[in-house]
Nanobody, 120 residues
Framework: QVQLVESGGGLVQSGGSLRLSCAAS????????MAWYRQAPGKQRELVAA???????NYADSVKGRFTISRDNAKNTVYLQMNSLKPEDTAMYYC??????????????WGQGTQVTVSS
């Protein structure tokens, strides 16, 4: 069974930083793509950042230069370091695993989410 547990969300002021963590079990770290998505009220869920098992990354334009995704395959954990936070970053953040890194949404697993709120 694949399980994802996010942590690290909270309330932070504009310009502040936060680090999210997602601990995964039941995956093969070397081949799984791990990603962070977010969903704000009234908006569609969007990709924030993703990293393949081989270390290739992709970021939403809105977070480039501010957010950094990283992973520790030995711990089956993915992180999202968020710097220079803006109110528009406020959302529920979800960890997602594509178990075999194939894309297409056929074998994706999601965490419960962690709330990030940025005040100004």
């Amino acid at each position: 069974q694949v399980q994802l547990v996010e942590s690290g969300g909270g309330l932070v002021q504009s310009g502040g930083s936060l680090r999210l963590s997602c601990a995964a079990s039941g995956i093969s770290s070397s081949i799984s793509t791990m990603a962070w998505y977010r969903q704000a009220p009234g908006k569609q869920r969007e990709l924030v950042a993703a990293m393949t098992g081989g270390g290739r990354t992709n970021y939403a334009d809105s977070v480039k230069g501010r957010f950094t995704i990283s992973r520790d395959n030995a711990k089956n954990t993915v992180y999202l370091q968020m710097n220079s936070l803006k109110p528009e970053d406020t959302a529920m953040y979800y960890c997602k695993v594509d178990r075999y890194g194939l894309g297409g949404g056929f074998d994706d697993y999601w965490g419960q989410g962690t709330q990030v709120t940025v005040s100004s």
